[in-house]
Structure formats: C-alpha cells, structure tokens
C-alpha cells in the first residue's frame, strides 16, 4: 500500500506565496509522474501541473509563471511553489501520483492525498 502525505496549505492575502509539499511512502518501485490538482466546491477537480520520470512539466493555463512544480526522487516527493497567488486560486488541492509497489508482486496504481486547503483572501 502507498500513502501520499501532504503538508503546506493555509491562509495569505493575494500576491503572497505558499510552497505544498508531498512525499509518498510504502514499498514504492517506481513513480511514473506525480501531480497537483485543485478542486472548488461545485467545479470538477482540474490538473493544475503535472512533472513526469524526465522532468517535463505541464500547467493548467491560469497557472503558468506563477506555479513551479518540481520532485525529489530520493524523497519521493513533490513540490509546488505558488507565487502571486490570486482569489481564484482558493481551493483544496491534492497530490496526485502513479506508482508502481509491491515486493512480491509490483502493482501500478493512481494514488491521492488527503488534500490541504489554500485560501487566498484580503
């Protein structure tokens, strides 16, 4: 079994910053791509980046020049740097992860976090 663990989230005024972080454990053999998603209460959850095995990124449009995605493969973990953060960036935001685990036998799934919520208000 993995767990995704998120930490990070909280409440700043618009045009600040808040780094979210999140690390996977469990018998991991491999992590095929690791992501960031946002869900607001009555919207569909949206990708807002994604960062694959060789490094290339990926950002919901909104997004791009403020938020940076970035890994730590020996920590299996995931970072999202959010710059110049607007209201419209207030939402719950999950990590999201496809993972190849097991010792005896390997297992690809899709895993999420718990969710850490990001509030942008003045």
């Known amino acids: 079994q993995v767990q995704l663990v998120e930490s990070g989230g909280g409440l700043v005024q618009p045009g600040e910053s808040l780094r979210l972080s999140c690390a996977a454990s469990?018998?991991?053999?491999?992590?095929?791509?690791m992501d960031w998603y946002r869900q607001v209460p009555g919207k569909q959850r949206e990708l807002v980046a994604a960062?694959?095995?060789?490094?290339?990124?990926n950002y919901l449009d909104s997004v791009k020049g403020r938020f940076t995605i970035s890994r730590d493969n020996a920590k299996n973990a995931v970072y999202l740097q959010m710059n110049s953060l607007k209201p419209e960036d207030t939402a719950v935001y999950y990590c999201?992860?496809?993972?190849?685990?097991?010792?005896?036998?390997?297992?690809?799934?899709?895993?999420w976090g718990q969710g850490t919520q990001v509030t942008v208000s003045s």
């Open positions: 999201h992860a496809e993972i190849v685990s097991g010792g005896s036998s390997s297992y690809r799934g899709s895993y």
């Open positions: 469990g018998t991991i053999l491999s992590i095929l791509a």
């Open positions: 960062i694959i095995g060789g490094g290339s990124t």
